[in-house]
């Protein structure tokens, strides 16, 4: 079977490349792969692929906001192109998309039912990718997930780990709480889902939820430290976009399927026991 992996690159797509191991891994990524460029399609087209995961994304949220029109055209445009060479080629596609569709004003976890409203322009960039998906004629499935680390590029538990080697204590927000996602676990549910015949919108991210702060004391008490971690509002934070306070994903159609995934504590220690907290290089 041939899998074309968009953002191949990526920490996402890094271990989706190594745990698909046994298929015919096609990798795209930039330079050579520029979702901005409507060349892709006929790159797709030519790699005939069965399979295509889109990972590859702008993912800058702050970023996003300072330069909406690249999050669009990476996020918007460059998934409609992905989506039409997707049905042209008749590829089961699987869109990764992001729990920042979401406005936070919930208080209970979301359902794919619920209709977003993205506050940032991150969030509605990646919803307006969804609509071209879904609205492609392509066998496409939308996977939103949420607050996203793994051993490839940066990430939150990374940033944390090198902090607190460093500082004498960290501040971390404590009124935004989400699901964090271990990239192995995704990927490992991404293959199942793709093997399955499922369409729409599912959303996947490890069991549980939890603060920014909660996440930051859980990753410092892995390392084995006793640093101090002070709670602060995400107002004190002075981030550039708006972020939802509330983004929990409910998994219970993700469950139906029979896919269950690993509780956020337990894959976050499996992490941080595989990482080298002594080095610079995390």
Same mark, same amino acid.
């Given at each position: 079977?041939?899998?074309?992996?968009?953002?191949?690159?990526?920490?996402?797509?890094?271990?989706?490349?190594? $745990?698909?191991?046994? %298929? /015919?891994?096609?990798?795209?990524?930039?330079?050579?792969?520029?979702?901005?460029?409507?060349?892709?399609?006929?790159? #797709?087209?030519?790699?005939?692929?069965? #399979? #295509?995961?889109?990972? +590859?994304?702008?993912?800058?949220?702050?970023?996003?906001?300072?330069?909406?029109?690249?999050?669009?055209?990476?996020?918007? &445009?460059?998934?409609?192109?992905?989506? !039409?060479?997707?049905?042209?080629?008749?590829?089961?596609?699987?869109?990764?998309?992001?729990?920042?569709?979401?406005?936070? /004003?919930? /208080?209970?976890?979301?359902?794919?039912?619920?209709?977003?409203?993205?506050?940032?322009?991150?969030?509605?960039?990646?919803?307006?990718? %969804?609509?071209?998906?879904?609205?492609?004629?392509? &066998?496409?499935? @939308?996977? !939103?997930?949420?607050?996203?680390?793994?051993?490839?590029?940066?990430?939150?538990?990374?940033?944390?780990? !090198?902090?607190?080697?460093?500082?004498?204590?960290?501040?971390?927000?404590?009124?935004?709480?989400?699901?964090?996602?271990?990239?192995?676990?995704?990927?490992?549910?991404?293959?199942?889902?793709? $093997?399955?015949?499922?369409?729409?919108?599912?959303?996947?991210?490890?069991?549980?939820?939890? /603060?920014?702060? %909660?996440?930051?004391?859980? #990753?410092?008490?892995?390392?084995? *430290?006793?640093?101090?971690?002070?709670?602060?509002?995400? %107002?004190?934070?002075?981030?550039?976009?708006?972020?939802?306070?509330?983004?929990?994903?409910?998994? &219970?159609? *993700?469950?139906?399927? +029979?896919?269950?995934?690993?509780?956020?504590?337990?894959?976050?220690?499996?992490?941080? !026991?595989?990482?080298?907290?002594?080095? &610079?290089? @995390?």
């Amino acid at each position: 079977m041939r899998v074309l992996i968009t953002g191949s690159g990526g920490q996402l797509g890094s271990d989706l490349c190594r $745990m698909l191991g046994n %298929e /015919t891994v096609i990798r795209q990524d930039l330079p050579e792969f520029d979702l901005t460029q409507p060349a892709i399609e006929a790159q #797709i087209e030519k790699a005939r692929p069965d #399979i #295509i995961i889109h990972a +590859g994304a702008y993912t800058d949220v702050d970023g996003s906001e300072r330069n909406p029109d690249m999050a669009m055209a990476v996020n918007r &445009d460059g998934t409609a192109r992905v989506a !039409r060479a997707a049905a042209q080629v008749g590829a089961r596609l699987i869109y990764v998309s992001t729990d920042y569709v979401f406005d936070g /004003t919930a /208080t209970v976890p979301y359902t794919e039912q619920v209709v977003p409203n993205p506050i940032n322009a991150y969030g509605m960039s990646k919803w307006l990718g %969804e609509q071209a998906v879904l609205a492609s004629g392509a &066998d496409a499935l @939308v996977v !939103r997930t949420a607050w996203l680390y793994g051993h490839y590029g940066k990430n939150f538990v990374k940033s944390i780990m !090198r902090a607190a080697r460093r500082e004498p204590g960290l501040s971390v927000v404590s009124d935004q709480r989400g699901c964090p996602t271990f990239a192995e676990d995704l990927a490992s549910a991404l293959i199942a889902l793709m $093997m399955m015949k499922v369409g729409g919108v599912i959303h996947v991210t490890n069991r549980g939820a939890c /603060t920014w702060h %909660e996440f930051a004391v859980a #990753i410092v008490r892995e390392m084995g *430290l006793t640093l101090p971690v002070a709670s602060i509002s995400t %107002e004190e934070a002075g981030r550039l976009a708006k972020r939802p306070r509330f983004s929990v994903l409910n998994q &219970d159609r *993700l469950v139906s399927l +029979g896919v269950q995934m690993p509780e956020w504590r337990r894959s976050l220690a499996q992490f941080v !026991r595989a990482a080298d907290v002594s080095s &610079d290089s @995390v």
